[in-house]
């Protein structure tokens, strides 16, 4: 009995963990854990962090730390943070994509390879991001739902509005 109730639990949970993937709330708080990840060891060693966004294809998002570059002592490399305790990167599910990306008004996947960074500092402030997160149906690829995720920069996290907001201070053609 007490294995049938341990094989339930856990088909429960995986199945209501793959259903819900592409909820908003869910993007939403995986790109949040990584945003307070990026504050936390920002504040914690006084170096610069970025969540780094890879658009398009490989729609992926991590959180990487600032080092120092021994063959150029004047550029700065930023490499993935590696931690025991909790998981520093996020595969976005097939259904859900970053559309743009904007730092300000600037479109950085256009601008940058189709990636996109934000910055946390040292004190924990962060850029203005913008990201336009869109969720299409698996079979037709058509966009069924537009959400934007705007970071917060005091507080370092992620605030979801629907729809595509316009960047700040856009440029009008």
């Known amino acids: 009995m007490v294995i049938i109730g341990v094989m339930i639990t856990m088909i429960t949970r995986v199945s209501v963990s793959t259903s819900h993937k592409d909820n908003w709330d869910t993007v939403l708080r ?14 914690a060693t006084g170096k610069t962090h970025r969540i780094t966004v890879h658009g398009r294809k490989e729609q992926a998002a991590v959180v990487e730390q600032e080092e120092s570059n021994p063959a150029k002592p004047s550029k700065v490399l930023f490499k993935q ?37 934000c910055y946390v500092v040292g004190n924990g402030l962060a850029d203005r991001a913008m990201l336009h997160v869109a969720r ?3 079979k037709t690829n058509i966009i069924e739902s537009r ?13 979801m509005h629907r729809g595509f907001a316009k960047p700040p201070n856009a440029k009008k053609k």
């Open 30 to 43: 995986e790109f949040n854990v990584l945003a307070s990840i990026a504050k936390q060891e920002s504040i």
């Open 81 to 117: 943070l590696k931690s025991p305790y909790f998981e520093t990167s996020y595969a976005l599910p097939k259904s859900i994509s970053v559309e743009h990306f904007y730092i300000g008004h600037e479109e950085q996947f256009s601008n940058n390879k189709n990636i996109g960074s």
């Open 136 to 138: 299409k149906n698996p």
């Open 147 to 159: 959400a934007t995720f705007l970071m917060n920069q005091f507080a370092g996290i992620f605030e």
